[in-house]
């Protein structure tokens, strides 16, 4: 079966450190990998996509990076977080029935 | 003018009754639509997908494509109380998913 795994569940970083978050899917081979962000109450923004490996496109200009270093490995990284990086951050991989999300990253930047 | 725009509630309904949904789109060419749910503190959950005019029904759920007027609704019958959430309106664009901000409902016993 195809499933989609994202950690950690929470974090809490103070101002100014790095940040590394993982995506792996299983199950599927080549997938469109994507990394969005949801502040509180509001909608969500896509951050990254990738097509494969290697291949990243960024959607906004932001502190953040990402890098796909194996076909289904996705990583969401920061060299220096600040407090406006504070959010829910989802991976999300595209299948046949739609897009389906990990169960996502709480993110708190003090 | 966002891609996809929604209201953002909420909406409150009593049990058991109709709850409308609705969502607006920029792009004539957009060819398919997704309705999620994301419950308080959870990642979005796939309702729904429509890509051709009319109604696709599912259980309790039904959505509404009106390409002309550039808008597409999701219909919850006999809402329960387990509803409550927020539902989001997705479009592809390209590689992509273009998500509306979402509207929350709440469905009160």
């Known amino acids: 079966s195809q499933t989609i795994h994202q950690w950690p569940a929470t974090l809490v970083q103070p101002v100014g450190s790095p940040l590394s978050l993982e995506c792996t899917v299983e199950?599927?081979?080549?997938?469109?990998l994507y990394w969005y962000r949801q502040a509180a109450g509001r909608g969500l923004q896509l951050l990254f996509y990738?097509?494969?490996?290697?291949?990243i496109s960024s959607e906004v200009p932001q502190n953040l990076s990402a890098s796909r270093p194996q076909d289904r490995q996705f990583i969401l990284s920061s060299k220096k977080l600040l407090l406006s990086d504070s959010g829910f951050y989802l991976c999300?991989?595209?299948?046949?029935?739609?897009?389906?999300f990990g169960s996502g990253t709480r993110l708190t930047v003090v | 003018q966002k891609e996809v725009e929604q209201n953002s509630g909420p909406l409150s309904v009593p049990e058991g009754a109709i709850a409308s949904l609705n969502c607006t789109y920029s792009d004539r060419g957009s060819q398919s639509f997704f309705w999620y749910r994301q419950y308080s503190g959870k990642s979005p959950e796939l309702i729904m997908f429509?890509?051709?005019?009319g109604d696709k029904e599912d259980g309790r759920f039904t959505a509404q494509l009106n390409k002309a007027s550039q808008y597409v609704s999701l219909l919850i019958r006999d809402s329960q109380p387990s509803d409550s959430a927020t539902y989001l309106c997705?479009?592809?664009?390209?590689?992509?998913?273009?998500f509306g901000g979402g509207t929350r409902l709440m469905v009160k016993p």
């Open positions: 999300a991989w595209k299948s046949r029935a739609g897009y389906t």
């Open positions: 997705a479009a592809p664009r390209g590689n992509m998913l273009t």
């Open positions: 429509i890509y051709s005019n």
């Open positions: 199950g599927t081979s080549n997938p469109n």
């Open positions: 990738s097509v494969g490996i290697g291949q």
